[in-house]
């Protein structure tokens, strides 16, 4: 490999090219603007992960052969950089991001990239943008990185080029009116993942497997869809894009990372709060009968989901078999709130960050 191909270059995007901001930032939900730039690199056998180069945002060029067009090549990520009081601008865990799309593309036969390489180019990336990064209370800068298989061809093999980019864009707060419990609906006949199964990869095969059985609980009325596991049917595993935690009296319940759930950041964050708090989390299989029993007898006292778009997000009520079993007085649990407070705060550089996490960009 030549010192050339594998230099960072960058082209700017031009003063007249540069798209507008979003003034609002009230407005900006999630996921729909983008930045003025993108990172892109490429893989091929001879030359290894090759070209590192930060251009303006701009459409892919791809044969319509390419194979994740077809058979779903592809893993991806989403973390997210916050604005603080003084200006500078954070990133939170971003290279445990990093490390975990090494592991989904392990899982997808998809080769690793340099860590430490990709991370100093993402900060690269965000300082070049740093006035995409948003400021009110509750926005950040969303990051995507995505990995896809690009042969040209139609068999069903791993690929042997890929094209790794890496976009970004402000994202809102997730609760516009506030932090408010949501209505979830426990799927017993669909599943979104099975042991042995792409389920802890950060992979799109998992999320179109998902949108069914999230269509019919939205018909229903419930914002998102509890997954039981797919082989008993019994076994709580995830929410949506989310991990799921149970406070039962004064202990926290999680599912193990057994893999068919997503290994969350989120997750791993509030293990650690909690378990520096005093709190016993038991990482176990939990089953959906026994938590209905909790719910039955007053033990459960609070549910909430974590991830790294609504950071927490407390459940107010689960629907199981037909039955209704509202959480706790059905607001947000004390437990849940201060979590949501302490964690935003590391983030937003408001609280003493103790672990580590955060990492300045610029
Ligand atoms: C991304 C994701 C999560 C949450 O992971 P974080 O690292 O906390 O954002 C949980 N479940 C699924 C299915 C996910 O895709």
Redesign the pocket.
């Known amino acids: 490999m030549t010192e050339k191909i594998k230099k960072l270059t960058i082209r700017k995007v031009s003063n007249d090219r540069a798209k507008k901001k979003i003034r609002d930032e009230s407005k900006l939900g999630f996921g729909k603007y983008f930045s003025d730039h993108m990172f892109l690199m490429n893989y091929s056998i001879k030359d290894g992960w090759h070209k590192p180069r930060i251009e303006p945002y701009h459409n892919l060029m791809l044969d319509p052969a390419s194979m994740v067009l077809h058979y779903g090549q592809e893993v991806f990520e989403?973390?997210k950089a916050y604005k603080w009081g003084d200006g500078s601008i954070y990133l939170f865990r971003a290279k445990d991001?990093l490390i975990?799309l090494n592991r989904s593309a392990l899982k997808m036969c998809i080769p690793e990239i340099n860590v430490e390489e990709v991370y100093e180019y993402l900060k690269k990336l965000i300082a070049l943008d740093k006035r995409w990064v948003p400021k009110s209370k509750g926005t950040s800068l969303y990051i995507r990185p995505n990995i896809i298989a690009t042969d040209p061809y139609l068999g069903v093999r791993a690929s042997e080029t890929y094209l790794f980019y890496i976009i970004t864009g402000p994202v809102g707060p997730y609760y516009p009116e506030g932090f408010n419990p949501i209505k979830i609906y426990v799927s017993t006949e669909y599943v979104r993942a099975v042991r042995g199964g792409v389920g802890e990869a950060?992979t799109m095969a998992?999320?179109a497997a998902s949108l069914y059985g999230q269509m019919e609980a939205k018909k229903l009325g419930f914002t998102q869809v509890l997954w039981l596991d797919a082989i008993e049917r019994k076994y709580v595993e995830?929410v949506?894009?989310?991990?799921i935690f149970f406070v039962v009296d004064e202990e926290i319940y999680t599912a193990p990372l057994s893999g068919t759930?997503?290994p969350?950041?989120?997750?791993d964050s509030v293990i650690r709060i909690c378990r520096d708090w005093g709190i016993k989390v038991n990482e176990t299989a939990l089953s959906i009968e026994e938590i209905v029993s909790w719910s039955q007898s007053g033990k459960l006292k609070e549910v909430f989901g974590?991830?790294?778009?609504a950071v927490i997000s407390p459940v107010g009520l689960i629907s199981y078999k037909g039955k209704e079993y509202q959480i706790g007085d059905g607001k947000t649990g004390n437990l849940s709130s201060k979590i949501y407070e302490y964690l935003t705060g590391i983030q937003y550089g408001k609280v003493k960050d103790p672990y580590g996490w955060m990492d300045k960009v610029v």
């Open positions: 989403g973390m991001n975990r950060k998992n999320y995830e949506g894009t989310m991990n759930i997503l969350g950041i989120t997750r974590s991830g790294t778009a």
